[in-house]
């Protein structure tokens, strides 16, 4: 089971990036999908997460209407399209794949938090950086 996270960059300040997650050993339509970034000297928070089974999806305050998440089964390939960068976007991206699909996504967005510790796999992230 692998999860291998791509897209990362430095770009201006209103700028656009898509990051995409590859899994390989599992197939997304089983699980939900998050992505989280961490900056230094700050928590792990979660931005987005999808599942494709459900067609549901969940955004963090911080990125709503600026961020879209989407998936590609036929490539089990998830994506994060990241319009009007800032810099406090600027962070690890990580993307993370979960089996309890529903609970994922109902807490997430029932509690306006996801919670990274019943994901089940993890990417070695990918690097953000948005320049003022």
């Known amino acids: 089971v692998q999860l291998v996270e791509s897209g990362g960059s430095l770009v201006q300040a209103g700028g656009s990036l898509r990051l995409s997650c590859a899994a390989s050993g599992f197939t997304f339509d089983d699980y939900a999908v998050g992505w989280f970034r961490q900056a230094p000297g700050k928590e792990r928070e979660g931005v987005s997460c999808i599942s494709a089974s459900e067609g549901t999806t969940y955004y963090a305050d911080s990125v709503k209407g600026r961020f879209t998440i989407s998936s590609d089964n036929a490539k089990n390939t998830v994506y994060l399209q990241m319009n009007t960068l800032k810099p406090e976007d600027t962070a690890v991206y990580y993307c993370?794949?979960?089996?309890?699909?529903?609970?994922?996504?109902?807490?997430?967005?029932?509690?306006?938090?996801?919670?990274?510790?019943?994901?089940?796999?993890w990417g070695q992230g990918t690097q953000v950086t948005v320049s003022s």
């Open positions: 993370a794949a979960g089996s309890q699909v529903h609970k994922l996504i109902t807490t997430a967005q029932a509690m306006g938090v996801m919670a990274w510790a019943d994901y089940d796999y």
